[in-house]
Each structure stands twice: as C-alpha cells, then as structure tokens.
C-alpha cells in the first residue's frame, strides 16, 4: 500500500514526452465464474452508493445477511455458462477494444495516445487504469465510459471513482469525461449498419425489439436522464432504419428485486407479442457497448425460452458492437472529437477526422 499522503513523481523527466491518455471504462467482470469471486464482486458493485439509493444501514443489512448469502450461487451458475478461454466476454472484449483503439490512435497519432483500462469493478480498476496513464506521462487524460447513455449508476460513478484516484495525485492532469454518446451520429449509423447486416444475413423478423439495462423507476423521477437517453438513442435508431411504428418498441431489462423499474420490462414485451400473434423478433442492445452476462444469458437465452414458450417461433439476438472494426473507428472518432483542441492531435490527421465528424454532427442536426 502507498502511504504517501499524495503521489507524485519527485524523478520527473522534463525532457519526457507528454502523452494524452484515454481511460476506456467499462462495469467490470468477477476474477472467475466461482461463488466467493462473485460475492466479492457483487459485494463490491451493490455496495457503491450510486447503485443502490437509500438508507445506508438497512440495505447493508439486507446485501450482507440476504443477498450476498443467495445471489452469488445463481449469478455463479450463469457466468460459468457465458465464461470463455480469455475469460469474462466483458473484459475480454474490453481488453480487445482497448488494444484496437491503441492501434487505431497510433496509425494516426504516432505514438503520443496511451489507452488504458479500467473497469469499475473488479480489475484491472479505475485505479489501475490511471497509473498507467500516470506513468506513461499523460499530463491530459480523456475518460471514456462505453455507456452510451448516461446513468448516474454507471457514467456517475465512474466519475466517483476517477476522482477518488486523482484526490490523491499531486499533480493533476487536465480532464475531460464523455458523458454519454448514444445520440451521436456516428454511433447510430454504426448500430444501424450492424442491424442492417444481420437481415442482409438472415432476413428481417417481423418485430426489432431494443432492449437497454434497466434502473430503479424512483432514479428517473429525481432527475436521472437515462430514460430519456434510451428513448432518443431508440428513436434516432429506428429512424436510420426506416422502420414503421409498431415494428419495433423500446424496452429495460435485468431488474433487481421487488421495486419498479424502468418499464416496459423486456420478459413482459416479448412474452405480449408471442401472445399476440408475433412469430419472429430480433433483439438488439443498444446500452451496451460490449457482449455479457445481462446480454449472452438473459437476451440470448432466457428471453428467447420465454418468447418461445408464450409461442413465438424465431428468435434472434444481434450481439452488441464489441471489437468490430466500425465500432473502434467510431470510438476513434469519438476520441478525436472530445479532444478537440489538445496539443497531442492538433495539425495531425485525426485533427482533421474530427473537424469532419464536427461538420457531420451539425449536418445531422441541422437536417431535423
Ligand atoms: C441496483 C442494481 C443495479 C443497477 C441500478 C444497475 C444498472 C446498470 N447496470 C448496467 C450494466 C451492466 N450490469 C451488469 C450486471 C449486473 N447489474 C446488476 C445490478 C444493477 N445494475 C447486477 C447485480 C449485475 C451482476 C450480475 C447479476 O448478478 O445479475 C452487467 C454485466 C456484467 C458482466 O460481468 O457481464 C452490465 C454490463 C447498466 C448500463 C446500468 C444502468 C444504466
Ligand atoms: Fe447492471
Ligand atoms: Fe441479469
């Protein structure tokens, strides 16, 4: 453990080259599929303030002598039915869209980005992420959460946990925080694209359904604007596809406990439209910039049980962006964007790719 009061760098290199860094965050994964890794990481997930509203002491009675006494075994089971060679899909893929991303920005900035990771948690951590950043000289950082909605339970407390970080750096770096992307062009023509590739591959069902994590219902009537976000991600969506009303609908899933939650809830929708006569749906996530338990078990397989059991035939999940190549040119693109102005891509070629994504923006905006 470092006792240092703050961390510094007292052998400072002046004649070191500056970088800028980008923090790539994502929710985090167990260590393993095992109960005790993931009583510990739920222990740590349901215990962040942000998550979970409300008296403190009463809930850490119910997480501590309830919950984390029953969920690991069921959550245990489940990730042990998605876990790969590379491990959890979430940080697998993470660690790929990292080093594309890498790749990507060093074609174009000749070495002077440095990506990192940092999940919120588990590891590698937020603080992790930042050391890294920190010994490679960044002296101005971009954070990039892949929520493409804001949530205060996710890009919040991301931002939480950055600050707790650098509360203890001696020389802070200039910050900036994407807060949030789901609206921007880019990342709907990309989501649109991979839609439209998959009926290119398998044909059109007769319904899309669009699925996003859902939150507490009392979180949005007391300001948070995910819901709002979702909807406009969805519209923007369904419109790039030229889709009809009543062909698609929006929907939250993976709710927790007995409260409401944003609604209409997923397992309801899919089982109403069986019920109705619906044959064919497909199933998309457009609040998750990567594959993982809440989209490879709950979308792929437990929804699709329901929809086939109330009577619907054919069932299709389209998996999430992930590493596709169009999805770390849309993430290099963002990049570019937010740093608009920050010496490291001033006159070089990504310069220009955000100037022109800025001229595509207000196009858009502009058209409507
Ligand atoms: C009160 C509980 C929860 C809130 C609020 C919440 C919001 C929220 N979560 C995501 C994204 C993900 N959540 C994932 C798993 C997951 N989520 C919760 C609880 C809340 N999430 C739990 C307990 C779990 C763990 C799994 C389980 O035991 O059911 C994941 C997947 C992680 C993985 O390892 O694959 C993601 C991603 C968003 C976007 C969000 C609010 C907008
Ligand atoms: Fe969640
Ligand atoms: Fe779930």
């Not at 890794?37 to 740590?44: S, T």
Request: net charge positive; proline share 5%; aromatic share 8%.
């Amino acid at each position: 453990m470092d006792t240092r009061l703050f961390v510094g760098t007292p052998d400072y290199d002046h004649a070191a080259a500056e970088r800028l860094g980008v923090l790539l965050v994502n929710l985090g994964s167990p260590a393993s599929p095992e109960v005790g890794a993931v009583r510990r990481y739920l222990a740590e997930f349901l215990s962040d303030r942000r998550v979970v509203e409300g008296p403190r002491l009463p809930w850490l009675l119910l997480l501590h002598g309830v919950i984390l006494r029953r969920r690991p075994g069921r959550s245990a089971r489940l990730y042990r039915s998605i876990w790969t060679e590379a491990g959890a899909p979430l940080l697998a893929i993470a660690r790929r869209q990292a080093e594309g991303l890498q790749r990507l920005l060093d074609q174009r900035v000749k070495g002077s980005v440095q990506v990192a990771l940092g999940m919120r948690y588990g590891e590698p951590s937020i603080a992790q992420g930042l050391e890294t950043l920190r010994l490679a000289n960044a002296r101005r950082i971009l954070i990039l959460p892949l929520y493409p909605q804001y949530s205060a339970t996710t890009i919040g407390t991301v931002f939480d946990a950055a600050a707790q970080t650098l509360m203890r750096w001696r020389w802070l770096p200039e910050l900036r925080l994407v807060n949030g992307y789901g609206d921007e062009p880019v990342y709907i023509a990309t989501l649109a694209d991979k839609i439209r590739a998959h009926w290119s591959a398998h044909g059109q069902a007769e319904r899309l359904l669009l699925s996003f994590h859902g939150i507490p219902q009392r979180y949005f009537d007391q300001g948070d604007p995910y819901f709002c976000q979702c909807h406009k991600t969805a519209r923007l969506l369904a419109e790039a596809l030229g889709l009809a009303e009543g062909h698609w609908a929006l929907a939250f899933q993976s709710r927790l406990g007995k409260g409401e939650w944003l609604r209409p809830y997923t397992d309801a929708v899919l089982s109403d439209w069986a019920r109705a006569g619906v044959k064919s749906v497909q199933i998309a996530a457009p609040g998750f910039a990567a594959d993982c338990l809440e989209t490879l078990e709950e979308l792929a397989v437990e929804n699709r049980e329901r929809f086939i059991a109330a009577g619907g035939e054919r069932y299709e999940y389209i998996p999430c962006l992930n590493d596709d190549p169009a999805h770390l040119e849309m993430l290099a693109r963002l990049v570019v964007r937010h740093c608009s102005g920050w010496p490291e891509l001033t006159g070089t070629a990504l310069d220009a790719v955000g100037l022109e994504a800025r001229a595509q923006r207000a196009r858009a905006l502009g058209g409507r």
